[in-house]
């Protein structure tokens, strides 16, 4: 090609590429346009830390010289001169989103994480973020999350659905400090506690447990709650319709559903490998015919507390609260496997709320605002006083209701998580809709394997 046709298709050529700028350009202001406020703010950002990005970080020292002249480098400088050494930075993407930024970078020779987490907080004070974590992001390679806004004190809503979930074995809590999706496994877990002092979220981090799961028809729920008399007042009394259960505070109706789902517990036991052709209701997963059965105690401790007097009366309700503590702890040692799942939500957790024997049973526990650092460590664990800035005894300010603190499996220490307030008239229409979908599984149970259980012989008779 000789240089005059080179001039002759240079025009074309320019064209096309400032079209093509031009297009990306208007896609770019589309989209800053139709975004919100918090939103805009996020993509100008994000446009902020790309551009600054080459000087930050020769700034922050996340760059290297490369003294070995590239080949084109070597032919194009004149002989007397040595070329250039470069100065390389990792390339950087950057994307907005609600909470701020999250960049991926790859590392160099020299930098790499360890290199990025050092300079995390200059990087957070650079790009204006109230927080910015490094994570490994596959070989070579790191991911950058910075959060403009604390999602912790940041009250979200989750507005359910209504549509059978995905996936049963999982729990979607909400999200952490860097607002990423927290999630508990269910497969295998026969218990999980949940504490915090009184109006931080407890109950509301169960509504949303029942409002997801209800629309499917593999789980069923039966609730214990301490804090009412009768099923129509309470928290609860807007879910009665996908109950399959219900009891108030009566001590001797609380034992009665005990005794009855330890007798669903047994027969599953006795007849899931002839039902399901397993030994383990979650090698199959929950179904239809076998469904994942949640008891909730809400306000646990009002059905195992310790009632000290000789009269007759309270030496009865002793008795009856003891049996409650063996009902519930069977359920929590034995039913993992048959599918049955019990969550505790109290105010404290230590021994005389929930008995010891029950509660270091639980694999799952999760703790929002607790007053002292007794409460956090029987809520949590020992180890809470390892990690004490996510003890929830810091969590004491109104801007935390609806943020718990919990072990996750797979990282190290505490996380801090911001659970969504859901409003009970959604929780009172997912009800009404999915109600057709209750179904006691013990029906279910001697449909598909008569029952052959009796209550007085052990558990090895079953
Ligand atoms: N995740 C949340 N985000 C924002 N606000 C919330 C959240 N959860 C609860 N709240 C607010 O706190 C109030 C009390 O919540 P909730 O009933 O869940 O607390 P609790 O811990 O169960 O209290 P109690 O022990 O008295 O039952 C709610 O009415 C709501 O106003």
Redesign the pocket.
């Known amino acids: 090609m000789t240089l005059n046709e080179l001039n002759t298709y240079s025009p074309v050529v320019a064209v096309t590429v400032l079209t093509v700028f031009a297009v990306i350009a208007a896609v770019w202001l589309g989209r800053y346009i139709a975004a919100d406020r918090t939103m805009k703010a996020s993509i100008r950002q994000a446009v902020k830390v790309r551009w600054g990005w080459k000087r930050l970080a020769r700034m922050q020292g996340l760059s290297v010289t490369d003294k070995m002249p590239t080949a084109l480098a070597s032919l194009t400088t004149d002989g007397d001169k040595t070329p250039k050494p470069r100065e390389l930075t990792p390339a950087l993407k950057v994307k907005p989103d609600r909470f701020g930024i999250v960049a991926r970078a790859n590392c160099l020779p020299k930098v790499g994480l360890e290199q990025f987490q050092k300079a995390a907080p200059h990087l957070a004070d650079a790009w204006r973020c109230v927080r910015v974590s490094v994570m490994p992001d596959g070989p070579g390679h790191i991911i950058i999350r910075g959060v403009r806004r604390d999602p912790l004190i940041t ?2 809503e989750h507005v359910p659905t209504g549509e059978e979930p995905e996936d049963l074995a999982t729990w979607h809590l909400g999200v952490d400090d860097y607002a990423q999706s927290v999630t508990v496994p269910l497969k295998d877990v026969p218990g999980v506690t949940v504490a ?10 169960i ?1 949303r447990f029942i409002c997801d799961c209800a629309p499917s028809p593999n789980v069923q729920f039966a609730v214990a709650d301490g ?1 009412v008399s009768t099923a129509y007042e309470g ?1 609860y009394a807007d879910l009665m319709h996908r109950l399959f259960a219900f009891v108030g505070d009566d001590l001797d109706e609380a034992n009665a559903l005990f005794k009855r789902l330890v007798k669903l517990r047994r027969g599953r036991s006795a007849s899931i490998k002839d039902v399901l052709g397993v030994k383990n209701m979650w090698h199959v997963g929950p179904s239809e015919k076998w469904p994942l059965t949640v008891l909730i105690l ?2 646990a401790h009002t059905y195992f507390r310790d009632y000290k007097g000789s009269d007759r009366e309270t030496k009865r309700l002793a008795a009856l609260t003891a049996e409650n503590a063996r009902l519930v702890e069977d359920l929590v040692k034995k039913g993992r496997s048959v599918g049955i799942l019990v969550i505790l ?1 109290t ?1 404290k957790t230590t021994g005389d709320a929930i008995p010891t024997f029950i509660r270091d049973v639980c694999p799952v526990g999760l703790s ?1 605002a607790q007053k002292t650092a007794e409460a956090s460590v029987a809520a949590l664990g020992e180890a809470i006083r390892d990690w004490p800035d996510a003890n929830p005894m810091h969590l004491q300010d109104p801007s935390y ?2 943020v718990a603190s919990m072990a996750l499996q797979g990282r190290p220490g505490f996380t801090r998580v ?4 859901v409003d009970d008239a959604h929780a009172a229409e997912i009800a009404n809709t999915t109600g057709h979908r209750t179904c006691d599984p013990q029906i279910l149970l001697d449909h598909y394997a008569p029952a052959r259980i009796d209550l007085h012989k052990d558990d090895e008779a079953a």
Do not use: C
């Open positions: 009250p979200t915090g002092l009184p109006g931080y979220g407890k109950t509301s981090l509504n804090k928290d809400d306000e939500a105010q929002f209701v609806g911001r659970t969504p307030y």
